[in-house]
C-alpha cells in the first residue's frame, strides 16, 4: 500500500535552514502531487506549498514564498521540502501528503510528521 | 489571503449527530475536504469532493454542500470520533490550498 516515511526530528537555530525528507513507496511516485502542511505546537495545520513529482511544477503558500523550495528525486521516489532563515514561530510538525488520485487538492496519504525545533 | 471558518467547537452526546461547518467564499467554486485528526497522529481524510467517502471511512460520516457552507455530519457518535477536524479547499484561482482552523469535537 502507498507509503511516505518522512525523515527524523530535527534542532535548529534561528536563522539556520532545514530540509525535511519524504520517501514514498507503493505507488508510482510521478503520478501523484505532494504537498507539505505543518502544525505548530497547539495549533491549526497550515498548508505550505505542493509540487508535481512528474514535472517539477510548484505552488507556494504567499507567506512563505522566498523561504521555501520544494523538490523532488524521482531516482529515489523523494519530495524534499528546504525552508530558510528558520525563526521561532517555525517551529512545528511538518507533514508531507499525496495528493488523490486525479485530485490536486485532496491528500489521502500522510507521512507520520517530522518535529522541527526552531531554538537558540 | 483565503480563509475558510469553522466553529472552534462541537460537544454532542454519543449517538447523537455532530455537525460541523465551513464556511469560505469560493466555495460554490471548489471543493472541500474534511480531515480527522487524533492527539498525535496524522491527519486521516474522510469526506473528500464535498461528499465523498473514502474506502475504509464508516457511513456515519457524511459530507454535504449548500452556497459559501460546506458541512460534516456525524451520525450515531461514537467516542472514538472525538477530535480534531478540518476543512480544507482552495481560493477561486485554485493555486492555494488553505485549511480551516479546525473544530474540536467533544463527545459528551
Known amino acids: 500500500q502507498a507509503q511516505l516515511v518522512q525523515s527524523g526530528p530535527e534542532v535548529k537555530k534561528p536563522g539556520a535552514s532545514v530540509k525535511v525528507s519524504c520517501k514514498a513507496s507503493g505507488y508510482t511516485f510521478t503520478s501523484y502531487g505532494i504537498n507539505w502542511v505543518r502544525q505548530a505546537p497547539g495549533r491549526g495545520l497550515e498548508w505550505m506549498g505542493w509540487?508535481?513529482?512528474?514535472?517539477?511544477?510548484?505552488n507556494y503558500a504567499q507567506k512563505l514564498q522566498g523561504r521555501i523550495t520544494l523538490t523532488t528525486d524521482t531516482a529515489t521516489a523523494t519530495a524534499y521540502m528546504d525552508l530558510r532563515s528558520l525563526r521561532s514561530d517555525d517551529t512545528a510538525i511538518y507533514y508531507c501528503?499525496?495528493?488523490?488520485?486525479?485530485?490536486?487538492?485532496?491528500?489521502?496519504?500522510w507521512g507520520q510528521g517530522t518535529t522541527v525545533t526552531v531554538s537558540s | 489571503s483565503y480563509d475558510l471558518t469553522q466553529p472552534p467547537s462541537v460537544s454532542v452526546s454519543p449517538g447523537q449527530t455532530a455537525r460541523i461547518t465551513c464556511s469560505g467564499d469560493?466555495?460554490?467554486?471548489?471543493?472541500a475536504y474534511w480531515y480527522q485528526q487524533k492527539p498525535g497522529q496524522a491527519p486521516l481524510l474522510v469526506v473528500y469532493?464535498?461528499?465523498k467517502r473514502p474506502s475504509g471511512i464508516p457511513a456515519r460520516f457524511s459530507g454535504s454542500s449548500s452556497g459559501t457552507t460546506v458541512t460534516l455530519a456525524i451520525s450515531g457518535v461514537q467516542a472514538e470520533d472525538e477530535a480534531d477536524y478540518y476543512c480544507?479547499?482552495?481560493?477561486?484561482?485554485?493555486?492555494?490550498?488553505?485549511f480551516g482552523g479546525g473544530t474540536k469535537v467533544t463527545v459528551l
Open positions: 501528503a499525496r495528493n488523490l488520485d486525479g485530485d490536486p487538492y485532496g491528500m489521502d496519504v
Open positions: 480544507q479547499s482552495a481560493d477561486s484561482s485554485g493555486t492555494y490550498r488553505v
Open positions: 469532493k464535498d461528499v
Open positions: 509540487i508535481s513529482p512528474y514535472n517539477g511544477v510548484t
Open positions: 469560493a466555495l460554490p467554486k471548489q471543493y
